[in-house]
């Protein structure tokens, strides 16, 4: 499982509200049965888009979704199934948002 691939979400309860997560862990730790990911939205579901450091807009199979990298969580490895893009060209977006979530810079 590469960094920076983002997979279609496939829970029922949850896909309506965030249909991607983007895979952020380093693949040093691919043995790991967990992975911690990001979850997409539509960018309507943001109501305040003064951090778009924090939450950058990225186009996914023609769709302008938000990056939500303050609702960063895990999931088990089995839970990312569907492949549909590699953002790694993306990368200073991600790592930006990830400096501005930690470091406030």
């Known amino acids: 499982m590469s960094q920076f691939t983002?997979?279609?979400n496939e829970d029922r309860a949850t896909k309506k509200t965030?249909?991607?997560f983007l895979n952020i862990q380093n693949d040093l730790l691919d043995e790991l049965n967990s992975r911690v990911v990001m979850p997409f939205s539509i960018p309507a579901s943001v109501k305040y888009?003064?951090?778009?450091?924090?939450?950058?807009i990225i186009m996914i199979e023609d769709k302008e979704l938000i990056l939500l990298a303050h609702q960063m969580t895990?999931?088990?490895?089995s839970f990312l199934r569907k492949?549909?893009?590699d953002i790694s060209s993306f990368r200073p977006e991600i790592?930006?948002?990830l400096d501005l979530l930690i470091t406030g810079i």
């Open 6 to 8: 983002v997979y279609k």
């Open 74 to 77: 895990t999931v088990p490895k």
């Open 83 to 85: 492949e549909v893009a």
């Open 95 to 97: 790592i930006t948002a």
């Open 18 to 20: 965030y249909p991607y």
């Open 49 to 56: 888009r003064d951090a778009k450091k924090l939450c950058p």
